[in-house]
């Protein structure tokens, strides 16, 4: 049976998301498996606390933790939509109402029809009462006034038009027909789509990023389709205000992302002259974003705090595991978190398993023995930063854990983690590691530089480049630390962003932790939580490419010609030792 995600963003909208969720109780899923997520979007007050799952069935609610923008938030929701395994995602505002129950259904009758349909929206009323000339109408009319009707941008002047807007419905617009421009108010999506162009453009925030992902679409060689045999109706701006400093602000330097990106020579030469106008008689806030524009610098405005306080997640603990051809251990694992005292409480907590392409079993394994673990897997091997970013994005505990798959979890460790967790917020925190003979792994470092190496290789210096273990039985803080067991707050997962996907496999957790120290966030070496490792059970799997990915990761992080230097000093340094050490 297809699946069907509905995502919906709400920052500090509850009453207009609860509404929605009561215009849509009647929705028609007969066919198609329906689903709804409700992102919120770094709410004041947390949207679980209205209990949306008792308006309607089969939701879940994701927090983000900060305000993402409606680009990020839409993101969020999306990626998870994805792994929940939806074939298609409809999109649609927190500001609506479902007018027609066959809505969805519709749509997808639509996306069906030719496989080179990439969006389909419907048609689109002003809610009663939420028109932008009131005084116009008839009191009869109210409910029947046109927002959108299809579209087209127009590129001249770097402007989106609805059609019909303020028009009385009249039937005129009551085809279905293939468009120029899609809103992104309300819109279905075939999945694949963002396999081939990615997702939402983040930085723009909010505002165009319809626009900036349609024309991408396009290029890509998808129609945009309008079904004007459904519809639903929209209150309009109900989150950033018609005519805000927003909205001004976003919608000024927005427009011009898009139109120095995509748009004729012709245009962009018209649009740098308005620029220079409104520069010196535009408004305060257009004139900032003309500046930031200048500058470069994209995402929320300047005077938005995305980050106000401490937000209620659904869970506390979300743990994530790739496996990659490790079928035994993986099980092994999930023994150790789920039928010992790890800390780890099922309550509060979620496990989620992506096998990497290794077709092993595994998926037979978790059905029949943990039933309770969300599973998810790879058509082919994508490597450790992209398995594990597609793991945790579909993840909603207030902090992750990432556990290699030749891990074992010893009694009590997962909640020491947490325990020492509430004691250093903004701070990442791992464990002890065991090699299977029970002697200590090293698995701390300094982060890798030449100055270090030297150092190190040279003049005897220790723990200056290569990996050691701290001494003691209190948490200490560590410039770097391998990615086998490490405890990420989310809100440092936010303001960090994704393990870095250049490199296939290594490095990428010394450039994750090169990050945090930029950022100022702290890792510490806890030793009381303990962890026995089958160390370089998964590389094993890969054979001889594995080194060759070392290396690649290696030239990646430094740059060619430091990784050159290094590489010399490291030979150099063996060499020397080598011979000192000959009788």
Known sequence: MEKIAIVTVDYNG??????????ARKLDADNFCLKWFLVDNGSDTPLEDQKPEKIIDNIEVLQTGTNKGYAGG???????????????????????????NSLVKKLREVMKADKKIGIVSPKIYFASGYEFYKERYKPQDKGKVLWYAGGYFDKRNVLVVHRGIDEVDSGAF???EEIDFISGCCLLLRSSIFEK?????????????????????????????YCGNTFLFHKVSRTAGIGSTLTDYLLTRNRLYVGMKYLSLRTK???ARQTFHLLLRGRREQKKAIRDYLRQKFGPPPWIKTEKKAKKYPLKLSIVIVNYRTPNLTERLLETILNQPSGYDNQNGEIVVLDNGSNDGI?????KKFPEVKFIKNRENTGFAKGYNRAINFTKGEFILMLNSDIEILPGSISTLLKEAKKRKDAVLVGKLLLTDGSVQNSCFKLPTITGAIKEYFFNRKNEYRMYHPKGNTPTEVEGAVMANYLIPRSIWNKMGELS???????????????LKKAGFKIYYCPNAKFIHHHGASSKKIGE??????????????GRIKYLILCFILWLGQKISSSQKTP
């Open 269 to 271: 030469f018209a649009l």
């Open 174 to 176: 009551d085809k279905t």
């Open 74 to 100: 839409c993101n969020f929701g999306i990626k998870y939509a994805l792994n929940w395994g939806a074939d298609y995602i409809l999109l649609i505002n927190n500001d609506t109402l479902i007018g027609d």
């Open 363 to 367: 998926d037979e394994i978790i059905v």
């Open 14 to 23: 509850h009453e207009d998301t609860l509404s929605l969720l009561k215009s």
């Open 197 to 225: 162009i990615g997702f939402f453009e983040e930085k723009l925030f909010a505002y165009f990023e319809d626009v900036d992902f349609v024309i991408r679409a396009k290029e890509a060689g998808y129609k945009m389709y």
């Open 545 to 558: 490419r594995s080194y060759e990915y070392l290396k690649k990761g290696a030239a990646l992080y430094h």
């Open 501 to 515: 996907e250049n490199s296939f496999m290594y490095f990428e957790d010394i450039e994750y932790c090169r990050r």
